[in-house]
Nanobody, 117 residues
């Protein structure tokens, strides 16, 4: 059974940092594109970071320069380093594993990040 388990969320003051982790029980983990999404109450789920199977990262403008995604294939782990956090970063953050051939799409349960003074 495939599992993605996020950890590392919590309460942090504006300007602070958090590091989210995602442990994946995926066969051939290295073939998956790994993504971090977030969803705030009343808002749509938003993609905040992607790292391809070739370890190429991509970010939307809203987090570029503040968030860094990384992966360690040997440990089946993906990380999201979040710096200079803002109140608008408050959301539940989800780890996602996606692959097109064969088509696969898996989600974790999420971890809550709250940025508040």
């Amino acid at each position: 059974q495939v599992q993605l388990v996020e950890s590392g969320g919590g309460l942090v003051q504006p300007g602070g940092s958090l590091r989210l982790s995602c442990a994946a029980s995926l066969s051939i983990f290295s073939t998956y594109t790994m993504n971090w999404y977030r969803q705030a109450p009343g808002k749509q789920r938003e993609l905040v970071a992607t790292i391809t199977s070739g370890s190429n990262p991509n970010y939307p403008d809203s987090v570029k320069g503040r968030f860094t995604i990384s992966r360690v294939n040997s440990q089946k782990m993906v990380y999201l380093q979040m710096n200079s956090l803002k109140p608008e970063d408050t959301a539940r953050y989800y780890c996602n594993a996606a692959r097109t051939v064969p088509k696969s799409d898996y989600w974790g349960q999420g971890t809550q990040v709250t940025v508040s003074s």
